[in-house]
């Protein structure tokens, strides 16, 4: 019986023994492994990472800059005709899109109230006049008188009062008639602005064209120009005669230039391509929300549209132009994405290690103004699997394409894709792998 619990125990223990070396062959593993995946991915982050990009050959070619800016189409020569004595419309016989000629009736003003005041004025001026002929009779009579007294005086037969009383009498006839008249003037003349308010009733057409705007109808009342600047009655436009009036910033309008050809599209004529000149830039700028942080400075610039197909432009049509503001042939150009901007670290550096000289301690603000750190153009440039960084000089550009100045040639592989990898991944020595089979890059993640 105790061989039999001796052996059982003996068994119990060798199966402990395996049990605990199983669990420390596992625990081995298990630590064996953690190192693994541990040296695997040091190994993998000191692997140099491969960066897909789209490249493109620096070749000659032309560019033309352009400027874009938007305005509605206007007509050249346009008149508004507004009212310039108040009251009553009683004629109105054109209507809005009508043709008019040169002297029609374009409106009719009831000139009724001012009739009143024609009747005041002239018998006015009649009971003036009936005035100066008493006056001029008395006249006569008085000089008659004053001359008998002079020959009585001579002879010594009047005294020296008699004859300062007839002259007296005589000159008082004069004032008084020189007085009549000069009121006979007064009331001419307050009768020719009531003759000129009532021919102001009348309008007519200063020139042909089309009525593009009609604000009052027949039987509204208006109110004359000494009411501020009047009632607008209507627009007569010549439409033979269409231009563009677009708003340019202050930066682009210095290079636009008198007789830049314009490409323009209008928004009702979406299938059809206008063009045009500029004839007219404003000297004078337009400010949108003067004293707040969103001012924009606007100037306008009119360009003349050639329409010699007869489309039926009108007046507040949209647009958007395309000036060309310069053009070059046979220039090196890169894609316009390609050239991307990295800070002037030299630049920065010299401005530390300069800025203790003697001659730098005066006009500190000048100094650092003159060394302030500023961005310098660059491109990427594919050689041997990686990518080198040469500054560039850049001239001008249009939608797709800009001009290399200096720092490239010929041939040259450059970076053109992605966005991402232009501005953000690429650097000095930056191993890439050149795909140019994708027509369209997808949108990088940030």
Do not use: H
Not at 54 to 71: F, H, L, P, Y
Not at 173 to 199: C, F, G, M, P
Not at 211 to 218: D, F, M
Request: net charge neutral.
């Amino acid at each position: 019986m105790a061989d039999i619990t001796n052996t059982k125990g003996a068994q119990n223990g060798a199966k402990k023994k395996k049990r605990s070396r199983k669990k420390k062959i596992l625990w081995i593993f298990i630590i064996a492994l953690f190192f693994l995946i541990v040296i695997a991915v040091v190994v993998s982050g000191k692997k140099e990472k491969i960066i897909e990009v789209q490249t493109e050959k620096v070749k000659r070619q032309s560019i033309t800059q352009i400027v874009t800016a938007t305005g509605k189409v206007q007509s050249e020569t346009k008149v508004n005709i507004s009212a310039e004595v108040s009251g009553e419309i009683v004629s109105l016989p054109f209507k809005e899109g009508d043709e008019v000629k040169q002297g029609d009736l374009l409106v009719k003003i009831k000139p009724d109230s001012y009739y009143p005041q024609l009747k005041q004025q002239t018998a006015a001026i009649k009971v003036l006049e009936s005035n100066i002929k008493a006056q001029e009779v008395n006249m006569r009579k008085n000089e008659l008188d004053l001359n008998r007294v002079k020959e009585l005086y001579s002879k010594g037969l009047a005294s020296s009062s008699d004859l300062e009383t007839a002259q007296a009498n005589y000159d008082g006839t004069i004032a008084q008639i020189n007085s009549i008249r000069a009121q006979i003037n007064q009331q001419r003349a307050s009768l020719s602005a009531v003759e000129y308010d009532i021919s102001k009733t009348t309008i007519n057409s200063p020139m042909s064209g089309t009525v593009t705007q009609l604000n009052n109808e027949l039987g509204e009342k208006v109110l004359g120009t000494s009411f501020n600047i009047g009632s607008q009655i209507m627009t007569i436009s010549d439409l033979s005669k269409m231009e563009c009036q677009v708003e340019v910033g202050e930066t682009d309008v210095t290079y636009i230039k008198l007789g830049d050809t314009a490409r323009i599209q209008i928004d009702a004529f979406t299938d059809k391509v206008f063009t045009g000149y500029v004839y007219e830039i404003a000297n004078t700028a337009t400010a949108k929300g003067t004293g707040t942080q969103e001012e924009v400075v606007n100037f306008i610039v009119k360009i003349r549209i050639f329409n010699d197909e007869g489309f039926d432009l009108r007046p507040g049509m949209s647009c958007t132009v395309d000036i060309e503001v310069n053009k070059k042939d046979n220039v090196f150009a890169v894609p316009i994405q390609s050239v991307t901007t990295r800070d002037d670290d030299s630049a920065s550096f010299k401005f530390n290690e300069d800025k203790d000289k003697p001659e730098n301690l005066v006009n500190t603000k000048e100094t650092k103004s003159q060394k302030k750190m500023r961005p310098k153009e660059i491109v990427f440039v594919v050689e041997n699997g990686a990518v080198k960084k040469k500054e560039v000089k850049t001239g001008i550009s249009d939608d797709s394409y800009i001009e290399i100045i200096e720092g490239l040639a010929e041939n040259d592989e450059v970076v053109k894709g992605t966005f991402k990898a232009i501005n953000k991944d690429l650097d000095e020595g930056t191993k890439v792998k050149v795909d140019n089979a994708k027509k369209k890059n997808k949108p990088d993640s940030e």
